[in-house]
């Protein structure tokens, strides 16, 4: 079951890479998107899945669960969310001032 998902953190990565080096500003902002879904799912495999006891002073278990890697998980998708709806804020603003979302055209050099 991990080399699939490895598989799928694969091609993840490769769309992602894909998108990032287009010209389409949109198309950059979902290409980073899915980067930041790609390596949540690798931190999520690499964490693995544990089972024990929920980690309290109180219980006498065997072995306790460590929350740790789905808390930085967690927090990496919250984190994503927010940059990916910042940046998709910014290219409506870019799109609504310059009228058009191709990067090469918004650099601003006329003479390339």
Known sequence: METLITILVGVLVTVAVYLLLSKSLVRVILGTAILSHAVHLLLMTMGGLKKGAVP???????????ALPQALILTAIVISFAVTSFLLVLAYRTYKETGSDNLAALRGFKDE
């Open 56 to 66: 309290l002073l109180g219980e006498n278990a065997e072995s306790y669960t460590d």
